[in-house]
């Protein structure tokens, strides 16, 4: 389930791609509830958000997209 692992197992340009794809995704999500994406770091980001729910509707959001992405790679 970690980042190591599964660069171990894909190897680095698979795996670079399957992080580039997470973390455009959840970019989007911050975006879409009005937030502000701070930094990336590795593969997750930090962002900011002018009011709590949104950044709980976004978390929500990316709880779901990520657990879709990992049901799909099965």
Excluded: W
Aim: charged share 15%.
């Amino acid at each position: 389930r970690g980042s190591t692992s599964m660069y171990e197992r894909l190897g680095n340009a698979d795996a670079t791609a399957v992080v580039t794809e997470s973390v455009a995704l959840l970019a989007r999500i911050v975006q879409a509830q009005g937030g502000t994406v701070v930094k990336t770091l590795g593969d997750g980001l930090m962002a900011t958000f002018v009011a709590p729910g949104d950044g709980i509707a976004a978390a929500d959001g990316m709880h779901d997209a990520i657990g879709g992405m990992c049901a799909g790679s099965d």
